[in-house]
């Protein structure tokens, strides 16, 4: 007996739950990174996280009567909780932050692709604003070898500082406050960059287990780029309007004027990278036309800028991909394809009234 | 060389061209019954004259064209009408059909040569129109019809369509190799009766050898004829995208190509008017490719209209045990069949016998949006979609259901699986039911 299908009757190789495991073989790079630098405390919460993320979905697929850990988002999700909190985090922070991503944010909303917003995401900001003091105390990597806990990253001690009001660029901001390796002060001598803009590049600064190698989260968003899963759109546009927000209005606040922001440092660090490649790029809660992704990557990128920046917060990236996400729709609705040969319709005369 | 093409969407699937493009078009031996159903074209269906009983010859009228979008039906073999019965064509719509006993004897009456230069452009055009000549790349709508250039309208470009986008089909790419000069010769006659400024076969890149073949032969017969190479690209092949690449001219929406001063034609259709115009001989056989990976031997086969499926199989030496759905066409636009003795139509350019391509993966819409980024008509695939699932038709419409033809780029993109195609033809139909 034959099947009968409708056209057509071939497929490309993409398939949801296979471009779910390419983005955590694209992620792990920089989760084994956050794992040799900050130690085996670091894998034991990103196991936490993804154990509590599948409880999570396992349990409440018996009560929807659903299985659908097999689509491996749920792991992506628990992954992405993971590779966003500070290594030394009580365990039970990622079990709270799993545990609202996938039932609160995805679950309630009818699972997966019909959530409005990136439940890796609100799962952190929901734990970020509930223990603000524990999601930002870092310790430093391996590499200065000194155990410092509540060691500050790059970003909240240049904020720190100008809130005290100083005033400068990062390496007289920074220095004394953060270490620097001996390594990227060669480098920043030879090409007149910040060191700490070298350390960020290379993973050599405190931060959250997944966020800290924006190099390896590069190779990883190249590699997703590549095998067609994201496109080029969102973080492209995203990193660049960012970046060049912050060089005109980024050196106002640090007393540099306009036209003076630095570029690097803020690039590198925090969780921009991570959020450009991975968060923002989310299939379900970005738009799904090629402009309204540009519109997106705007929004994600002016955000991002206006957080960071003249916000009270070190950090901006997670609260500007929310907020962009929330958008969304609105895009959607709005922003649509020309369709091929559109014809405008002619607008209908008003009828006049007798 | 910039290759031309089209600017929005399409896919690129795996051609598999390779199965049957060095196999020479080969003459299936007259089966013992033809099914040849009413319903060959698009539009009105013919009439049957015959009865059961009654003897047929070859080439004679069996069905009168019934209205303005309709065509003749002509016999495919000498013989015997035992039966008039309802068939299943291959697109699933039911007809009459005239079942025809083969005498084991056939008759050629098709070798005297007529001079089509001498005749008027109106002449040639009801000579198009008895033969029963219809598009033949699928659609089958009537050649005629579409030659028929209203008054006051003029023709910019007449294109042949050799492009065969479709993977696995190769029937065209044949015609091209071996029957160069009668192709060419039909270009020329189609373009004796719409008079178009410009005459270009389109001809996709992964075919460079027929391109070659055809310009050389363009060079020796000093035709005014261009070829143009496309950018292999799937659906390079569909009217409007292939007016895109050659003219950079949108169709528009609701439109005829002839809006732009285009006429398509398709490469086989172009081979069937020169047999019909040079030797007086209807369409009652074509090329069809018997290709996929589960036929033991995939062959180019002349096969008479109303060939059941079940013969064109058996000459291509049966199925492999892993077949798992027949389908009648290319693989990105055909019907799958459930019964092998389907008869033949004149629209049928192929019959593949798959093995399990596609897994029975499912999983809800995620949003990737690479339907939209793949429609080559601009739509946003995955609105109408869920517009449909919930029965909201008129929703959908608005859309821009109506531009949808059925491509299949969206389904064959989406990483969920989403039986988008099969949605939209549902959509299609309820929402034309409620108008």
């Known amino acids: ?354 | 060389m910039k290759l031309a093409t089209f600017r929005r969407g399409g896919v690129h699937p795996d051609d598999r061209k390779e199965l049957s493009k060095d196999k020479k078009i080969e003459s299936l031996p007259f089966p013992e019954e033809l099914v040849v159903s009413m319903s060959e074209h698009l539009g009105a269906p013919a009439t049957p004259t015959k009865k059961k009983g009654d003897a047929v010859t070859r080439g004679e009228v069996i069905g009168t064209a019934n209205g303005y979008i309709s065509a003749p039906v002509h016999s495919p073999a000498d013989g015997v009408v035992t039966d008039i019965r309802k068939v299943r064509v291959q697109s699933g719509a039911v007809s009459d059909a005239v079942v025809i006993k083969c005498n084991p004897e056939q008759s050629n009456p098709w070798t005297e040569k007529h001079d089509w230069r001498k005749e008027s452009p109106e002449a040639l055009l009801s000579i198009v129109k008895d033969m029963g000549i219809v598009g033949m790349g699928g659609a089958a709508f009537p050649t005629s019809v579409k030659l028929t250039v209203p008054m006051g309208k003029e023709v910019d470009t007449l294109i042949v369509n050799g492009v065969e986008c479709e993977p696995y089909l190769t029937a065209d790419y044949r015609l091209m190799l071996e029957k160069t000069s009668e192709v060419l010769e039909g270009a020329m006659i189609a373009a004796a009766i719409v008079r178009p400024k410009r005459i270009v076969i389109g001809i996709e890149a992964n075919k460079p050898d027929a391109a070659t073949l055809m310009e050389n032969t363009i060079r020796e017969k000093n035709y005014q004829v261009e070829v143009v190479l496309l950018k292999t690209k799937y659906p390079q092949g569909d009217e409007k995208q292939l007016i895109k690449a050659v003219m950079n001219a949108e169709v528009p929406s609701g439109k005829l190509p002839l809006d732009v001063g285009a006429v398509v034609c398709n490469l086989g259709s172009c081979y069937a008017i020169y047999e019909a115009v040079v030797y007086r001989k209807p369409l009652i056989e074509r090329v069809i490719t018997v290709s996929g990976e589960s036929i033991n031997n995939p062959k180019n086969i002349l096969a008479p209209i109303g060939t059941k499926f079940s013969s064109l199989i058996d000459f291509c030496g049966g199925e492999k045990d892993d077949a798992v759905s027949t389908v009648a066409g290319g693989p990105m636009m055909g019907f799958a069949i459930y019964d092998e003795d389907t008869p033949m139509v004149k629209g049928s350019g192929g019959l593949l016998v798959l093995p399990k391509l596609i897994d029975d993966f499912s999983a809800p819409c995620v949003l990737c949006g690479k339907c939209v980024q793949h429609c080559p008509m601009g739509l946003q695939p995955n609105k109408m979609f869920r517009n449909i699932k919930y029965g909201n038709y008129q929703a959908a419409m608005d859309l821009g259901l109506m531009d949808c033809k059925e491509c299949g780029c969206c389904a064959y993109t989406c990483p969920s699986h989403l039986p988008l195609v099969q949605g939209f033809k549902l959509g299609k139909k309820m929402g034309r039911k409620k108008k």
């Open chain 1, 1 to 354: 007996m034959k099947t009968v299908r409708t056209s057509p009757h071939i497929h490309g190789a993409l398939r949801t739950d296979k471009a779910m495991l390419f983005v955590i073989l694209a992620l792990l790079p920089s989760a084994l990174w956050g794992v040799w630098a900050f130690g085996l405390r670091a894998l034991v919460v990103l196991l936490v996280s993804i154990a509590s993320a599948l409880l999570a979905e396992y349990l409440l697929g018996l009560v929807s009567k659903e299985f659908t850990l097999r689509d491996w988002s749920a792991t992506v999700t628990g992954l992405l909780v993971g590779m966003n909190m500070p290594p030394e985090v009580p365990l039970y922070i990622p079990v709270i932050a799993s545990v609202f991503a996938i039932a609160v944010v995805k679950w309630t909303f009818g699972g997966l692709g019909c959530n409005w917003m990136n439940p890796a995401l609100a799962g952190r900001v929901f734990v970020f604003f509930s223990f603000t003091s524990e999601m930002s105390s870092f310790s430093l990597p391996r590499v200065f070898a000194i155990d410092a806990l509540s060691s500050a990253t790059p970003l909240s001690a240049m904020k720190t500082a100008v809130t005290a009001g100083a005033a400068g660029r990062s390496t007289e901001l920074l220095s004394g406050t953060i270490p620097v390796t001996d390594f990227a002060l060669s480098i920043s001598d030879k090409l007149g960059i910040s060191p700490y803009a070298v350390d960020a590049f290379f993973g050599n600064v405190g931060g959250c287990i997944g966020e800290v190698s924006a190099l390896l989260l590069l190779i990883g968003g190249i590699f997703l780029i590549a095998t067609k899963i994201i496109t080029w759109r969102i973080p492209v546009v995203y990193l660049a309007s960012f970046a060049v927000l912050s060089w005109i209005f980024g050196g106002i606040p640090y007393g540099q004027g306009a036209f003076h922001g630095e570029i690097l440092l803020p690039l590198f660090s925090g969780g921009l990278m991570l959020g450009a490649f991975f968060m923002a790029t989310d299939w379900v809660t970005t738009p799904t036309t090629p402009k309204g992704e540009i519109i997106f990557a705007v929004g994600c990128g002016f955000f991002t800028f206006l957080i960071r920046y003249f916000g009270s917060l070190p950090e901006g990236v997670s609260l500007a991909i929310i907020m962009m996400n929330i958008i969304t729709p609105t895009i959607d609705r709005f922003v649509r394809v020309k369709p091929f040969g559109y014809v405008k319709k002619p607008k209908k005369e008003k009828e006049v009234k007798a």
